[in-house]
């Protein structure tokens, strides 16, 4: 695995490759400015990859002016085109057949040690704390940043999920993979066909289950994306 070090007072677009899980590579690009104070992970949906979640960061990015902005991709391809970290055989409401959902919520569990070694890379060649290393992502994304943020054995800084797809506990789930108890914001459009409907409020039930309190924004007429309205949202969420 190359390491961070030689990268930390650079603040282009750089690619680290993470080679975990028997060989697999996920491919990173960070923006590193100099002498960061906190950094955010952010993660793209199905069929994306980090250029995109690079792209978008493009319109808050300075609004972080001490943060360290990374940028997975995650090691399997998708389909048609692009990254996946899950499989997701259904869309819409159909995702959350019982099912369905199983097969998603293991093949994404296979894939956080990814970002866990990426944040441990970023504390320790960074020299970032933990608490000040936030966790984001869009779509299934979002639901990789709830679960990176409750097994990480380091207690992180704060988790904000992007139209999320629903994070439901299955009875093939071990609730002893949570180790921790982050700072949660779950954004959703109520315009949003690609995940069900109720993703949000589903989320946000089996967070309370697990003795959380989730923060939840509804954002009017947003469909399936990261809207301008959503960015703030994650802005005044974890400044």
């Known amino acids: 695995m190359k390491k961070l070090t030689a990268i930390i007072f650079l603040s282009a677009a750089l690619i680290i490759g993470l080679n975990i899980h028997g060989g697999r590579a996920a491919d990173v690009l960070s923006d590193i400015p100099e002498n960061p104070h906190s950094a955010l992970v952010f993660i793209h949906g199905f069929g994306q990859d980090g250029a995109a979640m690079q792209k978008l960061a493009a319109s808050f990015k300075d609004k972080l002016p001490d943060t360290a902005v990374f940028y997975p991709t995650a090691p399997d391809r998708a389909p048609h085109q692009g990254y996946q970290w899950f499989v997701i055989p259904a869309f819409g409401n159909d995702m959350a057949n019982i099912k369905t959902y199983e097969q998603m919520l293991d093949d994404a569990l296979s894939n956080v040690d990814v970002l866990h070694e990426l944040i441990d890379d970023i504390h320790d060649d960074l020299n ?50 949570i180790v921790a108890r982050p700072e949660i914001l779950l954004i959703q459009g109520d315009n949003d066909s690609v995940i069900p409907a109720d993703s949000l409020e589903m989320t ?36």
């Not at 990176?148 to 506990?169: M, Q």
């Not at 003795?211 to 400044?239: C, D, W, Y």
């Open 128 to 177: 970032i704390s933990y608490e000040n290393i936030h966790v984001a992502g869009f779509s299934q994304g979002g639901l990789m940043t709830v679960l990176t943020a409750l097994t990480n054995p380091n207690p992180l800084g704060r988790s904000v999920s992007f139209s999320g797809v629903p994070f439901i506990i299955t009875d093939n789930f071990d609730t002893d993979l």
């Open 204 to 239: 946000k039930n089996t967070l309370e289950s697990l003795g959380l309190t989730p923060q939840t924004v509804v954002i009017n007429r947003m469909r399936h994306e990261v809207s301008p309205a959503a960015q703030q949202e994650m802005l005044k969420f974890i400044k």
